[in-house]
């Protein structure tokens, strides 16, 4: 059942859009060749408390940290550790944050130093592919309008959709319904309407979109180990079109 969102109710969830966007905008500044994935968690975990927040994901079904942090061919749900990111290494942060109980998600994907021009080119394409899906989440189109325009922009790239995970609705819980795919059809699956509230998060893969999970039962990666690339913003559908939730303003 698709949860509809009053417009007090998406306000509330720009609240923790907020405080999220602004954690991105300091990630920018912190993540750097030799920091550890954990000392980003730690940052996080703090910033978040100093804002009168909460780290949705920890404790989630068990997940035991603030954040994800996924380092080149991990698609998702890495494990924050005492790994120190390396100059050229590629890592995507996400996160659920949480402001009087109501949600807001944001994964974004970041260069740690000088990286390759063939990471740059994925993570624009990824970024580009998140943008595109979401000029499609206007009232009256479909949710395969969504992962058309997605699968379309990248697969002529030589790029691939993750197929598992998937953007979802979103409010008071982390995960809701609809269930928002990264690939499909024009003019197919459920019909986008006022007040839904949901993710648009596709995972690229610069090579094929197979994947496994690690032995700590979360985290994926790709099976070639080609490098995979991740953008997420949260969207509430409104008569003049879909609102960022999570934007950060300048990109
Ligand atoms: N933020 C993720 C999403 O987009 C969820 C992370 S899974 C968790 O759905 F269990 F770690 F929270
Ligand atoms: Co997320």
């Not at 978040?48 to 061919?73: H, M, T």
């Not at 595109?132 to 002529?156: F, M, T």
Request: proline share 4%; net charge negative; aromatic share 8%.
């Amino acid at each position: 059942m698709i949860i509809i969102k009053t417009p007090e109710e998406i306000e509330k969830m720009k609240v923790a859009g907020k405080v999220l966007s602004d954690v991105h905008h300091e990630l920018r500044n912190f993540i750097k060749p030799g920091v550890k994935t954990i000392e980003i968690d730690r940052f996080v975990e703090k910033y978040l408390k100093k804002r009168g927040a909460f780290p949705e994901q920890k404790g989630y079904e068990g997940y035991p940290y603030s954040i994800c942090s996924s380092v080149n061919d991990e698609i998702c749900h890495g494990f924050p550790s005492e790994y120190e990111l390396k100059n050229g290494d590629i890592v995507t942060i996400d996160m659920v944050v949480n402001v009087d109980g109501w949600l807001a998600d944001s994964a974004w994907s970041y260069e740690v130093g000088e990286v390759s021009e063939e990471a740059k080119k994925l993570l624009k394409t990824t970024r580009e592919a998140m943008y595109k899906g979401i000029e499609k989440a206007v009232i009256g189109n479909r949710l395969g309008d969504i992962g058309h325009a997605i699968q379309s922009y990248v697969e002529p790239k030589g790029y691939s959709v993750v197929r598992e995970f998937v953007g979802h609705g979103i409010g008071r819980e982390m995960h809701e319904d609809p269930q928002v795919l990264h690939y499909g059809k024009p003019g197919r699956g459920i019909r986008i309407t006022e007040g839904m509230v949901f993710t648009v998060e596709p995972m690229i893969n610069a090579g094929a979109h197979d994947l496994t999970i690690d032995d700590n039962g979360w985290t994926a990666r790709t099976k070639d180990g080609s490098l995979s690339a991740q953008y997420e913003h949260q969207i509430a559908i409104t008569k003049d079109g879909p609102v960022i939730i999570t934007d950060q303003g300048d990109c």
